[in-house]
């Protein structure tokens, strides 16, 4: 399996973007998500949807501002961020997984290169 992160880039804060994700090989993950890295901070979740009925779910930090989307027919994920601020700056990561059934949590088992964002104020 394979992630191909695109669609970061300098933005003004206040500004939007909109990532990409092209998933391809074969996958029996039932989720996908992003993450994000700020320099200096660890890697922390975004936003997360299921494939198949579209149930989604977003850090506070993001809540309101970003909109976490799927194509199923093109196997692509989507990140719609709006509004953006500076602290919005980070490297986004793409990811797939599974939720287990033993205790609701969504395992991460593939992980997208990464692409940069930048918000300048």
């Known amino acids: 399996v394979q992630l191909q992160a695109s669609g970061g880039g300098l933005v003004q804060a206040g500004g939007s973007l909109r990532l990409s994700c092209a998933a391809s090989g074969r996958t029996f993950s039932n989720y996908a998500g992003w993450f994000r890295q700020a320099p200096g901070k660890e890697r922390e979740f975004v936003a997360r949807?299921?494939?198949?009925?579209?149930?989604?779910y977003y850090a506070d930090s993001v809540k309101g501002r970003f909109t976490i989307s799927r194509d199923n027919a093109k196997n692509t994920l989507y990140l719609q961020m709006n509004s953006l601020k500076p602290e919005d700056t980070a490297v986004y990561y793409c990811?797939?997984?599974?939720?287990?059934?033993?205790?609701?949590?969504?395992?991460?088992?593939?992980w997208g290169q990464g692409t940069q964002v930048t918000v300048s104020s």
């Open positions: 990811a797939l997984g599974r939720m287990s059934r033993s205790d609701g949590e969504v395992r991460w088992d593939y």
């Open positions: 949807i299921s494939w198949g009925g579209g149930s989604t």
